[in-house]
Structures are given as C-alpha cells and as structure tokens.
C-alpha cells in the first residue's frame, strides 16, 4: 500500500506568522545603526511596512462618520469572516 505524500504546502496559522513576527522585531532591536548589510536592510524595511500597517491613517484618508468608522474596522480586522458571521447571527 502506498502512502500519499505530504503537500509541499502547509498551512502557516496565524500564531506562526505572529511568531515570525516577534522574532523579526527581536532582531531588528539587536542590529545597530551603522550596519548597512543587505540583510539588515530588509529587516529594516519589514519593520517599516508593519509600522505603516499598524499605524493609523492620513487625516485625508481617515473616515469622517461612525459608520464609515465601523465600516472599515471590520472589512480591516474582520473581513467577509466577519460579515459572514454577522449574516449567519441573524
């Protein structure tokens, strides 16, 4: 009987990219200001991009009323899970 191969593809969960996450903040607090090698060069520019992702939004692009407000909370931290799950509640 032959046995099926694993998918080259696992699944990474959200805990693993968390991980990988803090890990990368870890090394980025160790690498010094001086150091212009590659690999500290894209370590700084992932630190930029998750700062630009967790900071708020211009005041131009920012919603001016409580709905557009929750609008874009949810479609940002919840998506069509979160709709789904409010459609399915009804």
Do not use: G
């Given at each position: ?32 200001s001086g150091d212009e090698s590659l690999q500290a ?37 919840g998506g069509l899970g979160l709709v789904l799950a ?5």
């Open positions: 009987m032959q046995q099926r191969p694993r998918s080259p593809h696992t699944p990474i969960r959200w805990l693993h990219q968390l991980a990988n996450l803090m890990a990368q903040v870890s090394r980025a607090e160790r690498i010094s060069r894209r370590l700084r520019q992932r630190m930029a991009l998750a700062q630009r992702l967790l900071d708020p939004l211009p005041a131009p692009l920012r919603p001016t009323t409580w709905q557009e407000t929750t609008l874009w909370t949810a479609l940002r931290w409010l459609w399915l509640k009804r």
